[in-house]
């Protein structure tokens, strides 16, 4: 597995730490994207974009990105066409947003949810795999628009 990338913005420094301690222990490997490892003051539209044009670039399958609700950086990441973020709040959303949608990214709130949930969700969605079937259709139908709208 490529490392996962992994980016957060001011409201999630300590969220993310945990969040990597927890990877890093399991043997992961982590390429940070924070707004404290790029310039100083970056927003989370430049963490978000950074992550998501890094797994654009191929330099990564997976990304997490951490802001204060998770809602920011999903919107932003889901800019960069080719990409889909989902926001993941619960085991089964992470699940679903990648057995139904194919995300490659999952975001999170550090100001919605706590630590070890975040762990439950990440362990979730990295063991969670696109299934194919009747969400190919649909994830298909998605990279059409994105296509299409790209241009």
Same mark, same amino acid.
């Given at each position: 597995?490529?490392?996962?990338? $992994?980016?957060?913005?001011d409201a999630a420094f300590e ?12 043997? @992961? ?24 044009c890094s797994i654009k670039e ?5 990304? $997490? ?9 999903? $919107? ?14 619960? #085991?089964f959303s992470a699940e679903r947003?990648?057995? =139904? ?10 100001? #919605?949810?706590? #630590? ?5 969700? #990440?362990? !979730?969605?990295?063991? =969670? ?7 190919? !259709?649909?994830?298909?139908? @998605? ?6 709208? =790209?241009?």
């Amino acid at each position: 597995m490529k490392p996962i990338a $992994i980016g957060a913005d001011d409201a999630a420094f300590e969220f993310r730490n945990s969040i990597v301690d927890y990877l890093t222990k399991q043997g @992961i490997e982590i390429v940070d994207y924070s707004s404290d490892k790029q310039v100083k003051n970056a927003l989370y539209p430049d963490v978000a974009n950074a992550v998501a044009c890094s797994i654009k670039e191929g330099k990564h399958e997976r990304g $997490i990105l951490i802001c204060g609700t998770g809602i920011g950086v999903a $919107i932003a990441a889901n800019k960069i066409p080719g990409i889909r973020a989902a926001q993941c709040h619960d #085991v089964f959303s992470a699940e679903r947003a990648r057995k =139904s949608n194919n995300a490659q990214i999952m975001t999170m709130g550090a100001r #919605v949810i706590g #630590v070890e949930l975040a762990k439950k969700l #990440v362990q !979730a969605w990295l063991n =969670s795999e696109f299934e194919g079937g009747g969400s190919t !259709a649909k994830v298909e139908r @998605i990279n059409h628009y994105d296509q299409l709208y =790209s241009k």
